[in-house]
C-alpha cells in the first residue's frame, strides 16, 4: 500500500520497511540527495517531531504509528576510484560487492547475504566471521544535528556501535581481488551463513553476544563461564592466538547459547517464533506483529536473567515505543 499525504512524504506499508514485517503504516520521506535529506529533517522538525532515520530496515522493528521515517533506499550511488569507493548512505552491500567485483575488488564479502545499506551498517558497525564494517571505512559524510555537512574520518569503532551522526554516505576502501576469488570468499561465507541461521523473515541477532572483561568473568565463576560455553579471547579479536597479555582478554558469551540454554528454542507467541535452528533469531512465521516479537525478546531477557544473572543487550532498533 502506498499514497502520497503529507508533502514531500508518502504512507508506507510496514511489511516494506521492516525486514521482520509487521503492522500498520508509517509515515516516510524517500530523499534522492542529501538536500532533500536535510529538507525532510527539516520539514519533520517542523512538525515537532524526531525523525527515525531508515536504511535497509534489517535491524528496525516498527511497532504501530512510530515517529516519521526518512529512508535512505534512494539514496544509493557507488562512484568507484581504485580501490576506493565513494557511496551514498542507501547504497547496498549486495550492490557495492556486485559492482566491486566488476572492476577487480573485493573485501567485504563477510556481509554478503545481509539485506543492509551501507549506511546502516556503518551505524552498526555490522560485522561476522572476524570482520567488521570499520575495517573498511575511510571517512563518513554527516549531518549534524544544525544542518551542517561535515566529512568525519573514520575511527575503530566497538562491537556494533558504529557513527552515531546521521550518515549521508562515505568513503570506502576495498582490496584488490580477482572476481572468482571475491565470489569463492562470498559462497563461503553464504555456505556458513546457510547452514546457522533460519531463512524466515527476522532481524538478525536480536541480542549482542555479551563481553566480560578478567574483572568481570572472575566475579561471575571461571567454571560457570566454561559451563555455558564462554570463549576467551583477544579483546576485538574473533579467535584467540594465545599470544595476548591478560589485559587484552575478554570472554564472550553467544546470547544464543544463553537462550538456548533456558529451553526457548521454538517458542511461539502469536506469530513470531524463537527460531529452532539459532536461538539468538526471532522469526516472523506470516503474521508475526511488532508485539509478538517484544513479547518473546521480553521472555528471553528475563529467562537468561533468572538462570544467569546476566543482562542481554538488544541489537536491533526500536522505532513508535520506548516502553519495549
Ligand atoms: C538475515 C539477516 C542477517 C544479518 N546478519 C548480520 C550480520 O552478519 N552482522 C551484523 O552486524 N548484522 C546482521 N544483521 C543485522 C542488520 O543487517 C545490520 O544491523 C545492518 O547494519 C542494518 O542495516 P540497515 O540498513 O538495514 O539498517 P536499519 O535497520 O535501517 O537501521 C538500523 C539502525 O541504523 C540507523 N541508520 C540506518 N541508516 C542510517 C543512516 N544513513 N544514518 C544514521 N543512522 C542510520 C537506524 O536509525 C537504526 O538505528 C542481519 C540482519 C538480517 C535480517
Given at each position: 500500500m502506498r499514497s502520497e499525504t503529507l508533502t514531500g512524504s508518502e504512507r508506507v506499508s510496514v511489511k516494506k520497511l521492516s525486514t521482520y514485517g509487521g503492522e500498520g503504516c508509517a509515515e516516510v520521506w524517500y530523499p534522492q540527495s542529501a538536500e532533500e535529506f536535510a529538507d525532510a529533517l527539516c520539514a519533520i522538525g517542523r512538525m515537532g517531531k524526531e525523525p527515525y532515520?531508515?536504511?535497509?530496515?534489517?535491524?528496525?522493528?516498527?511497532?504501530?504509528?512510530?515517529?516519521?521515517?526518512?529512508?535512505?533506499?534512494?539514496?544509493?550511488?557507488?562512484?568507484?576510484?581504485?580501490?576506493?569507493?565513494?557511496?551514498?548512505a542507501g547504497a547496498t552491500i549486495s550492490q557495492l560487492m556486485t559492482e566491486a567485483r566488476k572492476r577487480g575488488f573485493g573485501g567485504m564479502e563477510f556481509l554478503e547475504g545481509v539485506p543492509a545499506t551501507l549506511g546502516g551498517a556503518l551505524r552498526m558497525n555490522a560485522g561476522a566471521f572476524g570482520f567488521e564494517m570499520s575495517d573498511f571505512a575511510i571517512c563518513t559524510r554527516i549531518l549534524t544535528k544544525n544542518g551542517q555537512i561535515l566529512l568525519k574520518p573514520a575511527r575503530s569503532f566497538p562491537y556494533r556501535q558504529g557513527e552515531t551522526d546521521a550518515i549521508l554516505g562515505g568513503e570506502l576502501k576495498l582490496f584488490r581481488m580477482r572476481p572468482e576469488e571475491s565470489l569463492s570468499r562470498r559462497e563461503e561465507f553464504l555456505a556458513r551463513r546457510r547452514a546457522k541461521q533460519p531463512r524466515q523473515p527476522s532481524l538478525g541477532s536480536v541480542f549482542k553476544n555479551i563481553r566480560l572483561t578478567q574483572e568481570e568473568a572472575r566475579e561471575f565463576g571461571v567454571e560457570r563461564l566454561e559451563q555455558i560455553g564462554a570463549i576467551r579471547m583477544p579483546k576485538n579479536r574473533e579467535v584467540s592466538d594465545g599470544s595476548s597479555s591478560r589485559d587484552d582478554v575478554e570472554f564472550r558469551i553467544p546470547a544464543g547459547k544463553l537462550v538456548d540454554m533456558c529451553g526457548l528454542k521454538g517458542t511461539v507467541r502469536g506469530g513470531a517464533q524463537i527460531s529452532p535452528m539459532h536461538a539468538n533469531f526471532i522469526v516472523n512465521l506470516g503474521r508475526g506483529t511488532a508485539e509478538d516479537y517484544l513479547s518473546l525478546v521480553r521472555l528471553a531477557e528475563n529467562a537468561v536473567f533468572d538462570r544467569f544473572g546476566l543482562k542481554l543487550e538488544r541489537e536491533f532498533a526500536l522505532l513508535g515505543r520506548t516502553d519495549g
Open positions: 532515520i531508515l536504511g535497509g530496515g534489517s535491524n528496525t522493528l516498527i511497532c504501530g504509528d512510530g515517529a516519521p521515517i526518512v529512508c535512505t533506499r534512494r539514496m544509493r550511488s557507488l562512484c568507484f576510484d581504485s580501490d576506493r569507493v565513494l557511496f551514498e
